[in-house]
């Protein structure tokens, strides 16, 4: 009777040990002559042999401790050429020259074991539901998957698959990275209601290494909060106009706000501080027609309207001194001009976004960044350096094909933006604020140097526009009509303010 055990390493352990030290016992009714070791690259199938190569199967003599015993250890010392999944066969042969009739077989790996950690929530923190969990993973040489567990912290019972609690259970997480040795990890999860739950997290390896210990995060999910909702216009502009005078057809902000107004609805309104004047609407390359203090403290007083505000120029080619003029600087003139909520958003001038100017100026006195995006910002998104999104609303060429209006070249190749696509996003969902921003309003049909215009079919996808910050007022006020009930419309100050974000 001949058997051989391996004992070291364990069956399917991880290890990082230089050398490996593998061995066992090996017993033989005839007396123990020799045992003999063989290491696979489980992953190419390949054998390790004595030149240090991977071939063809080769066996290695290992050092039995009692030789002619009928029981003894054996051990031989291995260097793994680096991580991997490995295995160990060894076979003991008797003094008669018989071996095993099987021969014995451990999987082990070995390298570091992968580490998995939680980005959001940070601990403890309160965060509206849906969530996406995020977090890293880290390895040696690949994260092949990551683990989460969600528990509830009062029944202590797991998220199910399923949508109900039950007992541990995890879940797949979305790996982005995957088989490198840095990847991230995302859950979404709508949680069933307000509460106090914790996620747990694992990473495995690419061989199959299991995270030894997991990652556990509390947090807490807070009631849903109101969906809100910015309706931005983008620069104080008075109207549309022709050489400096507001155009036939044109809609002037004071028309928009008494139609807003009589729709219980207020906009806010990015005004250049540093160069408006005070009862003199300033002209601009004929066709801004820049509203001037006085019209703006008309808008404020009479409509509910407030501004933010608009630096003239990127910020990032001013001086300093400009920078702080055009930023914090501006808000005490404001202030006293009646504009105390001027502090929700500093709009980058057409887009020009700094991050370092933004952490190191803007987000110590404005609430929030102006970056264009999708218009989306999340109450669980707010963070440093505090971006905010607002989405561009555009006018342009017109949609219906059969129309000479639909080769109309527009800058950017802009093409009149659908008002159902407008209704959409202003239909934002629970802790969430949506920011659209509109620049000029036309009606009726007009053709003049400061910008054409055709709105008068009735159906839109005949109303065009020249430029694209020209838009028809009544595809405006139509989605305007559709704002969903329940969607609180209010100022960057006011989403500050809800939302606890203290510049
Ligand atoms: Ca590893
Ligand atoms: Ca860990």
Redesign the pocket.
Known sequence: MIDTTITVPAKGS?TGATPVPLGGTATASAGVAEVRVAVQDRLTKLWWRSDGTWGAWQQFAAVVAAPGATTSAWSVPWTAPG?GAYAVQAETRDLDGAGDATRAWVNF?W????DAAVTFPQGNATVSSPVTLTGTAV????VSAVRIAIQDRVTMRWWQPNGTWGAWRQLNATVAGSGTPSATWTYPWTAPGPGTYAVQVEAV???G?VDPSRAFRPFAVRAPGPALLTLAIGRADWGASDDCTVAEGAVPLDRIAAELAARGRTAAVGVVSTTTAEDTRRCQGGAILQASWADLTALRDAYGWTVFQRPNGPLSLMTPQQQVAETCGALPSLAARGHDRAWGLLAYANNTTDATIQTDLVSTCFAFGRAYGNGLTTRNGIGPPFWQSTRSFNGGACNDPTLDCYGLVVTGSRRYESPELLAALLAPTADTWRTVQLYRFVEGAHSGPGGAWDCTSPDWRGHWTSRAELYCVGDFLWAVDRIPAGVTVTDPAGVAALWGRVP
């Open positions: 991880s991580p790996t390298g570091a074991a992968p390895d040696d040489t690949g390896d690419a061989f290494v």
